[in-house]
């Protein structure tokens, strides 16, 4: 069974500053897609940005941006010049070739200081 | 556009009484739709899924059940609530497709038991 795991409980970091969330997970498959979701108080599960495992390149989205590394497993975000609108919970997520279903971490907790 | 909609928003019930939360997505036809719980600071674990009318999965044994009598519909139900059913509920949509296809969350119910 696949399990994503996110090693942060809490991040913290200064507006207009850069932070990175980590994510690593574990899978048999070789072909698959991983995700970050952006939960802000008002609990409403938003997609930040999405990676196919196949694609070597990074993918970005604005000031979000992923570091995927498929033989360590691993995806990280990275929130350039963040904003206070940016302090939420983020969930990695993994969904294998096969199916639909979404496996997530247990989140991370974003803290944005003024 | 597609929008998902989930009612209510919020809820309080007591113990070994029944539920009942109703998830519509407009906008879309045959979607895949998904129920999920997270629990309080926690990240979010899958209930159920549906691929069509009345084809239902269960990921995780429990008191709760769920059910799909038309298209766009989802439903997620319990005869008697539990203390540790108190949570948050979400509801999610994504084409069924093969290939990357994200998922799109409702605002979800917040649930409590007493």
């Known amino acids: 069974a696949q399990t994503v795991t996110q090693s942060q409980p809490e991040m913290s970091v200064q507006e207009a500053e850069t932070v990175t969330l980590s994510c690593t997970y574990d899978t048999s498959e070789s072909d698959y897609y991983l995700f970050w979701y952006k939960q802000p108080p008002s609990r409403q599960m938003i997609l930040v940005i999405r990676q196919e495992a196949y694609k070597q390149q990074n993918a970005t989205e604005n000031r979000f941006s992923v570091n995927f590394q498929k033989a360590a497993k691993s995806f990280s975000l990275k929130i350039s010049d963040s904003q206070l609108g940016d302090a939420a919970m983020y969930f990695c997520?993994?969904?294998?070739?096969?199916?639909?279903?979404?496996?997530f971490g247990g989140g991370t907790r974003l803290m944005v200081k003024p | 556009s597609q929008t998902i909609h989930q009612w209510p928003a919020t809820l309080v019930q007591p113990v070994g009484s029944p539920l009942s939360l109703e998830c519509t997505v407009e906008g879309t036809s045959n979607p895949n739709l998904y129920w999920y719980r997270q629990a309080a600071g926690r990240g979010l674990q899958l209930l159920f899924y549906s691929v069509g009318i009345g084809q239902i999965s269960s990921e995780v044994p429990q008191n709760l059940s769920a059910s799909r009598p038309q298209d766009r519909q989802f439903i997620l139900s319990s005869k008697k609530l539990l203390l540790s059913d108190s949570g948050f509920y979400l509801c999610?949509?994504?084409?069924?497709?093969?290939?990357?296809?994200?998922?799109?969350f409702g605002p979800g119910t917040r649930l409590t038991v007493t």
């Open positions: 999610a949509w994504s084409v069924r497709l093969r290939g990357l296809s994200e998922q799109y």
């Open positions: 997520a993994y969904r294998g070739n096969a199916g639909n279903m979404l496996t």
